[in-house]
């Protein structure tokens, strides 16, 4: 067997001209989306990362400010610029950009984003009620991997889900998308147990680990659905996932690819909680 593909460039690109229409609407009504985005200190990974986010915004019409903090700038500095973006009328999204300075406590940094503004879904409010399943700002991985499913009309209902890392970013709040579509969802981490076993039982397998390769071609079963967040710099520079892709594309059934799967899409959700907060002002 060889997997059709999860194309997330493609259907980021679809998601974004829906959403383009949509801020043509919101600014005939006086409404302007606008996203704030943090970094504090220098990152190459992380300025790669907002540029993409900025190139999204822009190209549906939303304004976007960078705020590039010095490395030394203090939590209650960060604090500070947060607290004022909060009661700040034009802006409608905080993004504060992983990874800070050591010395920051980023919790309370995003504890400290007003719920309403947070769309990248990391504050305790938002992850509480994607728990309990109320409307929320859904963390834009899992949610664009969700979306992904549905676009390709993969019913999750049912379905044994398998999920490799326990993030609060990724792996964490995927559980609790997967649950709320009614899988049965088992969560591993760096200290389960027979973890090649548990995997080649699934029926979707969700890699969010951090490790190039690491889930191989026999931990799949046939006809899985196999999707891979992680982004790994390899030493030739080249990008790739956590799951070794010529060999799992043998046996599942669907397969996202690295580059050009998860990545592209988690933007778009980004894009589409700025277009909600902005409605919902
Ligand atoms: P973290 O480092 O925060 O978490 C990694 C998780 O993997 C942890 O739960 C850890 O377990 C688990 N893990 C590590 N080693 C093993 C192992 N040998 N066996 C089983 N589990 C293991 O990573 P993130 O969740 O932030 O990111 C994961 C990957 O996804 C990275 O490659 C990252 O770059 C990528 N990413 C991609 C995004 C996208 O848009 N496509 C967005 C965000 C992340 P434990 O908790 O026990 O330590």
Redesign the pocket.
């Known amino acids: 067997m060889s997997a059709e593909i999860l194309d997330g460039k493609e259907l980021s690109k679809k998601i974004k001209e829906n959403l383009k229409n949509e801020v043509d609407k919101l600014k005939e009504q006086g409404i302007n989306p606008k996203l704030a985005v943090i970094m504090v200190g220098d990152n190459s990974a992380s300025a790669v990362y907002v540029k993409n986010k900025s190139n999204a915004c822009k190209k549906v019409g939303i304004d976007f400010e960078e705020f590039l903090l010095p490395e030394e700038t203090t939590e209650d500095e960060l604090i500070e610029l947060i607290e004022k973006l909060n009661v700040d009328n034009t802006v409608d999204g905080i993004l504060l950009q992983s990874p800070v300075p050591n010395h920051i406590n980023i919790n309370r940094a995003f504890e400290t984003i007003s719920p309403k503004k947070d769309v990248d879904g990391f504050n305790a409010v938002n992850v509480g009620n994607l728990t309990i399943g109320r409307d929320c700002f859904v963390s834009c ?1 899992p949610y664009g991997v969700m979306r992904m499913l549905e676009e390709y009309n993969i019913d999750v209902a049912g379905k044994t889900a398998v999920v ?4 609060n ?3 964490k709040p995927m559980l609790q998308c997967l649950l709320s579509k009614d899988a049965t969802v088992t969560i ?5 147990k027979n ?1 090649e076993e548990v995997v080649s039982k699934a029926d979707i397998v969700i890699a ?4 190039p390769n ?1 889930v191989t071609g026999n931990m799949i079963k046939d006809g899985a659905v196999v999707i891979d ?4 710099r390899l030493e030739d520079g080249k990008l790739c996932g ?1 799951v070794n892709f010529e060999e799992a594309s043998q046996k599942a059934s669907y397969i996202t690819p690295v580059p050009g799967g ?2 592209p899409m ?1 933007v778009a959700m980004l894009v589409e909680n700025v277009v909600k907060a902005a409605k919902q002002k």
Request: net charge positive; proline share 0%.
């Open positions: 991985t490799i890392g326990r993030s970013i990724v792996g591993c981490h760096s200290k389960t973890l969010a680990i951090g490790k690491f967040v992680g982004i790994n956590d998860v990545g988690t």
